[in-house]
């Protein structure tokens, strides 16, 4: 049996792992990913010199503001290998989505989020955009329930605004023959894009699109909607989730 002083140096590991991997993190998600009973864990390691700390406005996640963030600091980031992160150039515009995405890792490893997908043993984040505008995606490795010593990758996609015309198409289309997971803030946009599967499913078509050498897309064809296999996507709302694939079987009965 481990020791509560080794413990105690695992939960930091833990936490300066996703606070680097991220970029920043919320008081919030550090309390959880500490799997402590009290607030104050990022502030607690703030004092030990692990993390930096920023205050900011005008960020509200999931009906909450969140008043500051906490990055690595030089001697966290040499705890976990990870270079630390300014956070004052960070985009405020991009932290909720960041933030949100970092919840659901962190839960991730407390219990399965997708049927067959066992617990995560590990994650990557994938930042997306220009310069330090973080947009991360995550992937999370999860030992598989169907198959003894067998793993998966479940992809975590976060919508907080919709999308439309070709944007759209290309998002479903990524979603194809993947284990995908993919947050949406409120049902009302989650029906959206199950609408729009529900309209290609009925033409059975879905418009391809090629990205140009100036890097703008033009249609390029369709893919046969029949064809593409979203059994192991699921979109959660708040209040709901649907396996896609479930779902549109349901529509067409």
């Known amino acids: 049996m481990r020791n509560p002083r080794t413990r105690g140096q695992e939960k930091i590991l833990d936490v300066l792992d996703i606070v680097g991997k991220f970029g920043f993190a919320s008081p919030e998600n550090i309390t959880l990913a500490s799997g402590a009973k009290m607030r104050g864990y990022g502030e607690r390691l703030h004092k030990q010199g692990l993390l930096t700390k920023g205050e900011v406005s005008g960020l509200v996640v999931k009906g909450k503001a969140v008043t500051k963030i906490y990055g690595l600091s030089k001697k966290g980031a040499g705890l976990v290998g990870l270079e630390p992160v300014d956070i004052w150039k960070i985009s405020v515009s991009r932290m909720a989505h960041t933030l949100i995405t970092q919840k659901i890792v962190i839960e991730a490893f407390k219990k399965s989020i997708i049927p067959c997908a066992g617990l995560a043993t590990d994650y990557t984040v994938e930042p997306q955009g220009a310069g330090m505008h973080f947009r991360p995606d995550a992937t999370l490795l999860c030992h598989a329930l169907v198959e003894e010593d067998a793993f998966v990758g479940v992809h975590i996609e976060v919508e907080l605004s919709g999308k439309s015309g070709g944007e759209l ?45 100036d890097g703008n897309y033009v249609p390029d064809g369709v893919l046969r909607f029949a064809e593409l296999d979203f059994s192991g996507v699921y979109f959660q709302a708040p209040d709901q989730r649907h396996n896609v694939h479930d779902w549109l079987f349901d529509q067409a009965i």
């Open 169 to 213: 198409d290309r998002f479903l289309a990524k979603l194809h023959r993947s284990m995908c997971l993919v947050h949406f803030e409120s049902t009302q946009l989650m029906n959206h894009y199950l609408r729009k599967l529900e309209e290609c499913d009925i033409k059975n078509e879905l418009t391809k699109w090629f990205k140009r050498g």
